[in-house]
């Protein structure tokens, strides 16, 4: 006799179903580039951050706000030689300028190209009040 319920049409448990699906999905999202990225914050912020996704500019507002935050150490050549004992790719905007105002007696202007002029000069006024303290 049948029983009654959603007809079977495949032998694989539901359970087995489901972690197909989420695999796949997951191979999807890698060949997109896409990452997942957990964050744990106060309700308040998470609240702000699930509304602001929603925003269609979302992600250029985001890019905008982590290159003000964040700085690619690879991308300037004297910060990478004064950040030679740091083994991650991007540091902290704040970590940048402390290494320069650190280590500002190794540092040749000279050899500072235009974009890490730009770097410095935009790092100096945001948390330097425009001087390098060296």
């Known amino acids: 006799m049948r029983r009654p319920g959603r007809p079977k049409k495949t032998r694989i448990s539901r359970a087995e179903q489901l972690r197909r699906s989420q695999r796949k999905g997951r191979q999807r999202d890698r060949a997109a580039g896409l990452v997942t990225v957990q964050l744990k ?28 935050s964040v700085v690619r150490v690879g ?10 004992n740091r083994s991650e790719p991007m ?17 040749t202007p000279g050899r500072l190209n235009d974009a890490e ?3 410095l000069k935009r ?12």
């Open 75 to 84: 991308d300037y050549p004297v910060l990478s030689e004064i950040a030679w």
């Open 117 to 119: 002029r730009a770097l």
């Open 91 to 107: 540091i902290s905007a704040r970590d940048a300028f402390g290494l320069y105002e650190r280590n500002w007696r190794f540092v």
């Open 41 to 68: 914050l106060p309700d308040a912020s998470a609240a702000k951050l699930k509304a602001a996704a929603r925003d269609a500019n979302f992600l250029q507002q985001l890019d905008e706000f982590l290159a003000d």
């Open 123 to 134: 790092l100096s006024e945001r948390f330097g009040a425009g001087l390098i303290h060296a």
